[in-house]
């Protein structure tokens, strides 16, 4: 009897068990996409609907730094340019984007003005700028160009190597300071080539990555989901299951 018990339980539990890991998981954003490693897109919702896209501005404005080809080991105190750029891409940090941008050829207003510039000569149509860090709620795109983006910045070395790092130290006289990536999942698993958050309220949780998979490589870019709990998970979600 107690064998027969046994066996119940187990098939009660393995019935369960597959009914539960059966469930998809709700995907809170408002837009999203997954596309291959081509920018081919595969599944997606509301893919051409123009959104905030707070600091995913980043990686345009780390785009257009090292098209003016500046010197990235000049000090803008108390950081280096290539630390900058290293805190803008890992850290997702506004003062450093400001920073960089105001040190930009020109000043502030040839940066944002680059940053267009930039979008235009990619195709961008629906990609717009006011200000680099992406704290502006006009700050927009689509999810559809956000992978032209991700593809474009995936041929820039200095970009990869941040969207690996899980973690930058910078020396700052004598006190060592560590800055996380706010992607969590960089560092323990993936291979990511692009990575980068972004948060305001107008834009919700929103993320972009190329990463490979066992299924190929993949770009995923989420776009208003329900907060920044919730962005890394649907778009791990997402690139594992299309």
């Known amino acids: ?114 940053l267009n510039n930039k979008a235009s000569s990619l195709g961008l149509s629906n990609t717009r700028f006011t200000e680099p860090t992406g704290l502006s709620v006009f700050n927009v795109s689509t999810a559809e160009e956000l992978v032209k983006m991700v593809i474009e910045s995936s041929k820039y070395p200095e970009i990869v190597i941040a969207s690996k790092t899980s973690e930058v130290k910078i020396k700052i006289k004598k006190k060592w300071l560590v800055f996380r990536n706010t992607n969590p999942l960089i560092g323990q698993r993936h291979d990511f080539i692009v990575s980068k958050t972004g948060y305001i309220r107008a834009s919700g949780g929103c993320i972009v990555m190329m990463l490979d998979t066992d299924i190929g490589r993949r770009i995923v870019v989420v776009l208003g989901s329900k907060n920044t709990r919730t962005r890394i998970p649907e778009a791990e979600f997402i690139a594992k299951n299309y």
Not at 7 to 33: D, H
Request: glycine share 6%.
């Open 1 to 114: 009897m107690r064998g027969v018990l046994s066996l119940l339980a187990f098939l009660t539990f393995l019935y369960f068990g597959q009914a539960n890991a059966a469930q998809p998981m709700r995907i809170t954003a408002t837009s999203w996409l997954v596309a291959d490693g081509n920018g081919k897109v595969i599944q997606g919702e509301n893919t051409a609907q123009i959104r905030s896209i707070a600091s995913i501005s980043k990686l345009m404005m780390a785009m257009i730094v090292l098209d003016a080809k500046q010197d990235l080991e000049e000090y803008i105190k108390p950081y280096t340019r290539r630390e900058l750029l290293q805190l803008a891409i890992v850290h997702s940090d506004n003062r450093a984007t400001d920073m960089l941008c105001n040190s930009y050829p020109g000043g502030r207003s040839e940066c944002v003005r680059a």
